[in-house]
C-alpha cells in the first residue's frame, strides 16, 4: 500500500481514533463511550459496563497471565485452551498424557488441582491513588530516589489494602506514570482443571497457523474456583468447595452474525502506541531481531530433545508453546514493521504534536519534555543491549531458583516495609508454590542444553557486555563451544540439592551467611554475581525513575492535544481490567484477498491431515457427517459489504457473498486486543457469552503499536462451537447443564 495513504490514514486517526474501534479503555470510561457503544447496538448501559460490582463485568476474571470469565453459579470458569495449558500440563504424564488426550471431569469430585502457582483474581474495586503515589514527590530527586520514594508509597498502599489476606492488591501505572490505581482482587486459591477437548482440537493448526487465518481452533478450556467451607478463598483441600460467583455470564447458543456489535472484556497485557519512533526503530533494528534467535534458539533445544524423550517433551510443552507464540508474534511484528511503515506514521503523529505545542506559546512547556524523554530512552536502550546477554547468561531454572532463595534471604533480614517487592511476607507463598511448580517443569538434562547454548552465545558477544564475575565463577573463557561449556556445567548438577523440591525448600529461611559457605554450586554462583545483579538493578531504577517523571509530562501533551480535539485517550495496556468494543467483521488481508468473518466445521474436516497438528478425532469427523447439528447450524447471509477508508482510498473489491451452512468454528471481530486478553469473553450486546478471544491475525500483530482499523482482527473461537463439541463430540452434559444457555 502506497505510504501516502498510510500517513493520511495516520493524520485522520490522529483527529478522529474514538470513530474507529481502537481502545483498550478503562471500565470508568465506558460512560464516556455511551453513543459510540449504542452506534454498535450495545444495549448494556456505559454507565453499568464501569461498575464492577454489576453484570457482566463481575463475571470477568484473570488467571494472572490470561483472561478468563465465570459461566455458572458454582465458580465454573472459561478460558483458552492455551491459557489452561499450565493445567494440563501439571496433571500429565509420559504414560497419562492429558494434553494428547483431553480431559473431563463427569463430577466434581473428579476434578484436579490446576498447579501451586495456578489462581483467579476477581477484580472488585480500582481506586485513583495518584495524589498518594507521586502527588508530593520533590521534583529534585533523583532517577533512583524518585524510583524508590513511589515503591515505599506503593508498598504502604498495598499493604494498608491487603488487611485481609483473601485480597491480593496491586497499584499500578497508568499513563505511564502520569497517574496510579491501586487494584483490589479478591484472589482464590484452589484452582482445578475441568474439561479441556484434546489437543488436536484445542490446538488444530499448532504453531503453522498461531496468527494465521482463517483458523479452525477449539481454543477453550474450563477450570473451577474452589474456596473453604466458610466461602472464603483457602489452599486447595478435598474439603474445599466451590466458589459462589455473584454474577456469571449467560451463554448465548445463538451466537453472532457478519455485522454484530460486540463487547470484549478482559486482561491485555502490554501495548506501546504512546511510545516514540525512536522506540520503533531500536524494536525493529535490535531488541526484536535479538529476541527471534534467543526464542529460536531455545525452541530448537527443546524440541530436539524432546523428541527422544517424552518425559522431557511434557515437561517442556507449556514452555515452548509459550516460546512459540512470542517468537511468531516477533516475527510478525518485523514482518509487519516493513509492509506498513509505522516509524513513519509515528513520525507523522509526532510533528501532528509538536505543530500543535507550537501553535501557542501557553503549550511550550511540553516542547521540554519530549527532548527530556528522549535523552532518558537513549539511555535505556544502551542499557537494553549491555545487559540482554548477560540476562541470557542466566537463562537456568537452577541457577533462577538459587537466585531466587539468596535475594529472599537478604531481603527477610530488612523489615518488610523495606523489602523488595516480590520478597514481602505476601510473596512467600507464592515463591514457595514456584519452586513446587519447577517439579513438573524442570530436568537437568534440558536445563543444562538451554543453559550451556545461552552462554556460549554470551560468550561470542564483546568483552564490555561480559561480565567477569560471571566468567571468573564458572571459569570461562572467550571461544569456548557449547560442548565445552556443557562438559563444564553437567558436573554442577549432581553436586546441587536444588534439583529437588525438597532440596530447594530447604533453603527458606537460611541466613545469607548460610548461602556464603555453602559448597552447593549453584548457591555459590548466586552468592558470585549477586552484587553485579544488585548494581545493574539500580541502573535500571535511575532509569525508571526518570521514566517516571518524563514520560508521564509527554503523555499530558497527548492529552492536552487530544482534549482540544474533543476526544477522551485510552491508557496503553498494563495487565488491568480492559473493554474494548467492535464489529463481527472480515478484512482486505491484501491485494484481491478478502478473508471473511467465520470458519467453520466443514472448512475444517477439509483442511485436516494424517499428522498432528492437522489431525482430528474421529469422532468429530463423525459426529458432523451424522448431521448432530441441530441448534449450532448457522445459515445466514453476511450484510451487505462496506468498505472502510483505505479500500476506498485503494480500490479493494467486494468480496462474494454466500451463504454459510456449517457450524461456525471461529469469528473475526475488530476488538482491540493484545496478549493478555487470551480467553477475553466476546460478549454480544446484551453481554452474553458468544465466544472466546484467542489470537489476532498477521497482519494484525502490529497493533501493539500502532492500531489500523481496516486490517486489524481479533480471533476468536464461537461459542457453537464449544457448545456443539461438549454436546455431540466430548458428553460434557453436566457442564451443558449447569450452565445458563439462551437462544
Known amino acids: 500500500m502506497n505510504t501516502k495513504y498510510l500517513l493520511m490514514a495516520a493524520a485522520l486517526g490522529v483527529s478522529f481514533v474514538a470513530v474507529a474501534d481502537e481502545g483498550q479503555w478503562q471500565p470508568h470510561q465506558l460512560a464516556e463511550l455511551q453513543a459510540e457503544l449504542s452506534a454498535k447496538g450495545i444495549e448494556i448501559p456505559g454507565k453499568q459496563l464501569a461498575d464492577l460490582s454489576q453484570y457482566p463485568m463481575s463475571a470477568i476474571v484473570s488467571l494472572g497471565y490470561c483472561s478468563a470469565s465465570f459461566v455458572s453459579p458454582s465458580g465454573l470458569v472459561v478460558t483458552n485452551h492455551h491459557c489452561g495449558y499450565n493445567a494440563i500440563q501439571n496433571n500429565s504424564t509420559k504414560d497419562n498424557n492429558l494434553i494428547e488426550k483431553g480431559f473431563l471431569a463427569k463430577s466434581q469430585g473428579e476434578e484436579l488441582p490446576a498447579g501451586a502457582q495456578e489462581r483467579l483474581y476477581i477484580t472488585e474495586s480500582v481506586t485513583d491513588v ?38 491480593r492488591c496491586s497499584v499500578v501505572s497508568f499513563h505511564h506514570g502520569m497517574q496510579y490505581f491501586q487494584i483490589k482482587q479478591l484472589m482464590l486459591q484452589d484452582v482445578r482443571l475441568v474439561y479441556a477437548p484434546s489437543e488436536a482440537i484445542g490446538n488444530f493448526g499448532g504453531d503453522i497457523d498461531n496468527f494465521e487465518y482463517p483458523r479452525h481452533t477449539g481454543d477453550y478450556t474450563f477450570l473451577r474456583g474452589y474456596v ?22 449467560k451463554v448465548n447458543a445463538s451466537g453472532v452474525r457478519a455485522g454484530d456489535g460486540i463487547l470484549l472484556a478482559g486482561y491485555p497485557g502490554r501495548t506501546s502506541r504512546y511510545r516514540l519512533a525512536d522506540e520503533i526503530a531500536f524494536a525493529a533494528d535490535w531488541q526484536y531481531p535479538a529476541q527471534v534467535k534467543t526464542y529460536q534458539q531455545i525452541i530448537n533445544t527443546i524440541d530436539r530433545l524432546g523428541a527422544t524423550d517424552a518425559d522431557l517433551k511434557v515437561k517442556y510443552a507449556s514452555t515452548v508453546k509459550s516460546l512459540n507464540n512470542r517468537m511468531k508474534k516477533l516475527q510478525g511484528l518485523l514482518d509487519g514493521f516493513k509492509v506498513t511503515d509505522i516509524h513513519a506514521i509515528k513520525q507523522q503523529q509526532e510533528q501532528e504534536l509538536l505543530n500543535w505545542i507550537n501553535s501557542d506559546s501557553a503549550y511550550q512547556q511540553y516542547q521540554q519534555s519530549i527532548a527530556a524523554l528522549k535523552t532518558v530512552i537513549d539511555a535505556e536502550q544502551a542499557y537494553t543491549q549491555q545487559t540482554y546477554y548477560f540476562d541470557n547468561a542466566k537463562r537456568s531454572d537452577m541457577l533462577q531458583a538459587a537466585m531466587l532463595l539468596y535475594r529472599l534471604a537478604v531481603e527477610s533480614e530488612k523489615p518488610d516495609a523495606q523489602r523488595e517487592m516480590g520478597f514481602q511476607q505476601r510473596d512467600l507463598a507464592m515463591i514457595d508454590n514456584r519452586l513446587t511448580r519447577m517439579e513438573k517443569s524442570f530436568h537437568p538434562t534440558m536445563d543444562l542444553a538451554i543453559w550451556s547454548e545461552q552462554l556460549a552465545e554470551y560468550l561470542a558477544q564483546p568483552d564490555a557486555v561480559r561480565v567477569s564475575e560471571l566468567d571468573a565463577a564458572l571459569g570461562l573463557t572467550p571461544g569456548m563451544s557449547q ?13 546441587s540439592a536444588l534439583t529437588s523440591t525438597a532440596g530447594r525448600k530447604a533453603w527458606l529461611g537460611k ?4 548461602f556464603a559457605n555453602s559448597s552447593d554450586p549453584f548457591i555459590k554462583l548466586a552468592v558470585a554475581i549477586y552484587a553485579k545483579n544488585k548494581a545493574l538493578e539500580l541502573e535500571e531504577k535511575t532509569l525508571a525513575g526518570k521514566l517516571s517523571q518524563v514520560r508521564p509530562a509527554y503523555m499530558q501533551a497527548i492529552i492536552a492535544y487530544n482534549k482540544t480535539l474533543g476526544k477522551p485517550v485510552y491508557p496503553d495496556a498494563n495487565s488491568t481490567l480492559r473493554i474494548t468494543y467492535g ?13 471473511t468473518p467465520f470458519t467453520s466445521v466443514k472448512g475444517l474436516i477439509a483442511k485436516r491431515q494424517d499428522e498432528y497438528p492437522f489431525s482430528l478425532p474421529q469422532k468429530l469427523v463423525d459426529a458432523y457427517n451424522a448431521g448432530k447439528t441441530d441448534g449450532y447450524y448457522y445459515t445466514d447471509l453476511a450484510p451487505e459489504y462496506k468498505p472502510g477508508l483505505l479500500c476506498r482510498i485503494g480500490g479493494c473489491a467486494k468480496p462474494e457473498v454466500k451463504a454459510f451452512n456449517s457450524v461456525p468454528v471461529n469469528f473475526l471481530s475488530s476488538a482491540d486486543t493484545t496478549g493478555g486478553n487470551s480467553g477475553s469473553a466476546v460478549m454480544n450486546g446484551k453481554g452474553e457469552l458468544v ?38 463430540v466430548d458428553g460434557a452434559q453436566n457442564l451443558l447443564e449447569e450452565m445458563d444457555i439462551v437462544r
Open 511 to 514: 541466613a545469607p551467611a548460610e
Open 691 to 728: 465466544g472466546l478471544n484467542f489470537d489476532s491475525t498477521y497482519e494484525s500483530i502490529t497493533k501493539d503499536w500502532y492500531f489500523n482499523p481496516e486490517i486489524t482482527r481479533a480471533i476468536h473461537v464461537d461459542i457453537r462451537y464449544v457448545l456443539w463439541l461438549m454436546e455431540h
Open 130 to 167: 495518584t495524589a498518594q503515589v507521586s502527588g508530593n514527590l520533590p521534583a529534585e530527586l533523583s532517577g533512583s530516589e524518585r524510583y524508590e520514594a513511589i515503591e515505599t508509597n506503593r508498598k504502604a498502599l498495598i499493604k494498608s489494602c491487603e488487611s485481609d489476606a483473601n485480597y
Open 483 to 495: 560442548a565445552q561449556i556443557s562438559d563444564k556445567l553437567a558436573a554442577l548438577y549432581p553436586q
Open 228 to 249: 473453604g467451607k466458610d466461602g472464603k478463598p483457602a489452599p486447595y483441600s478435598v474439603d474445599n468447595v466451590p466458589y459462589q460467583s455473584k454474577h456469571y455470564l
Open 583 to 595: 464489529t463481527v467483521d472480515g478484512y482486505p488481508a491484501k491485494d484481491g484477498v478478502y478473508k
